[in-house]
């Protein structure tokens, strides 16, 4: 299967603070991207999803502004957190899909992020 | 809209038990179906999907689903249990055509695995 890397796997900062978590596609090019947070026993829920050299298109509810989306490349897209807070603390799992994945997506492996 | 329902919330067998875990679908066309399952503290990994053709589908460690469209259902099963099957696994449902489609996931279904 085609391999998907997130970065960093867990990151601790302060509140106020902003954090980047990365997602790349090592193995094909990645058309669209999405991006899912997912709360301690839950299932995902799909934040935003990007295209390509597009702006991302939030879910209801998902704060634009909080959550910048950034998909300059077709194997890199970022999420950034802005002015974390306690309440951004979950784990936000992305994934990508395009060129020979044939619409399945693929996941990252998630990054843990802790706002203290 | 699409919906996934995955019944169980938490399933407890024996090792080297069979395995059936629920998976009931909504939407109003064909979907595309999916079995993800996730480690803790990871991400998730494809085990099989269904696209069209023959509704039985064969995935990686020994899994297997069958699509019935009468039942709007796709259970995963597995004839035989191992102890590092103990995971969650999750349901997904996706609209068929194009790369932007979005996935649905059901709650998802704890296995632990009794040794």
């Known amino acids: 299967g085609a391999v998907v890397s997130q970065h960093p796997s867990w990151v601790i900062c302060k509140s106020g603070t902003s954090v980047k978590i990365e997602c790349r596609s090592l193995?094909?090019?990645?058309?669209?991207m999405f991006w899912y947070r997912q709360f301690p026993k839950q299932s995902l829920m799909l934040m935003a999803t990007?295209?390509?050299?597009?702006?991302?298109?939030?879910e209801q509810g998902v704060e634009k502004d909080k959550f910048l989306i950034n998909h300059a490349s077709l194997t890199l897209s970022t999420l950034t957190v802005t002015s974390a807070h306690p309440e951004d603390s979950s784990f936000y799992i992305c994934?990508?899909?395009?060129?020979?994945?044939?619409?399945?997506?693929?996941f990252g492996a998630g990054t843990r992020l802790s706002v203290l | 809209a699409q919906s996934v329902t995955q019944p169980d919330i938490h399933i407890t067998v024996s090792e080297g038990a069979s395995l059936e875990l629920r998976c009931n679908y909504s939407?109003?066309?064909?979907?595309?179906l999916f079995w993800y399952v996730q480690s803790p503290g990871q991400g998730l990994q494809l085990l099989l999907k269904?696209?069209?053709?023959?509704?039985l589908v064969q995935g990686i460690k020994g899994f297997e689903a069958e699509f019935k469209r009468s039942q709007s259902s796709f259970n995963l099963r597995k004839p035989s249990v191992h102890w590092s099957d103990a995971a969650e696994y999750f349901c997904?449902?996706?609209?068929?055509?194009?790369?932007?489609?979005?996935?649905?996931f059901g709650k998802g279904t704890l296995l632990t695995v009794n040794p």
């Open positions: 994934s990508a899909s395009g060129g020979w994945t044939k619409n399945i997506q693929y």
């Open positions: 193995d094909f090019q990645a058309t669209t």
């Open positions: 990007s295209n390509e050299g597009s702006k991302a298109t939030y």
């Open positions: 939407y109003g066309a064909t979907p595309y």
């Open positions: 269904y696209f069209s053709g023959d509704t």
């Open positions: 997904a449902v996706g609209a068929s055509g194009g790369s932007n489609y979005k996935l649905t």
